[in-house]
């Protein structure tokens, strides 16, 4: 048997129907035992590699106060949108959490804020 270069099996493969096409598939795919299915690891693939990233959402806690507790209660009342005086009543609570369920990169901006002002905090 001749052999056939690309450019001719795939100009024969241009000239066949749908039909047939399918046919050639099954038929190549019961010859040699290999299956023309996409593979399934490669469509969970990006999943994982955002699992292994880290969580998507998280909580920011407050440890505690730390020295300067009365600018942590500002730092508090300005991140949370609370009164004074529940800003103060979460502060003294500690550890209690400030935040939750938000994007990481947010809640290390706000644990910034805080620790500015002088207070403990942990992302998680």
């Known amino acids: 048997m001749a052999k056939l270069t ?12 749908v039909l047939e096409l399918n046919e050639l598939v099954k038929a190549v795919e019961e010859e040699f ?10 469509a969970a693939a990006p999943v ?16 505690s106060a ?8 500002k730092a508090v ?20 959490a400030i935040r939750e369920h938000i994007s990481e990169s947010e809640a290390n901006s706000l644990k910034e804020q ?3 002002a002088g207070a403990e905090v942990e992302v998680k």
């Open 114 to 116: 805080l620790v500015a």
């Open 6 to 17: 690309k450019e001719e099996i795939i100009a024969s493969l241009k000239e066949m129907t």
């Open 33 to 42: 035992g290999v299956t023309a299915a996409a593979p399934v690891a490669a």
């Open 77 to 96: 009342q300005a991140i949370t949108g609370l009164g004074l005086m529940d800003a103060k009543k979460m502060v003294d609570a500690a550890p209690v």
């Open 66 to 73: 730390g020295a300067s507790k009365v600018a942590v209660i």
């Open 48 to 63: 994982e590699e955002e699992a292994a990233k880290g969580p998507v959402e998280v909580s920011l806690f407050l440890k």
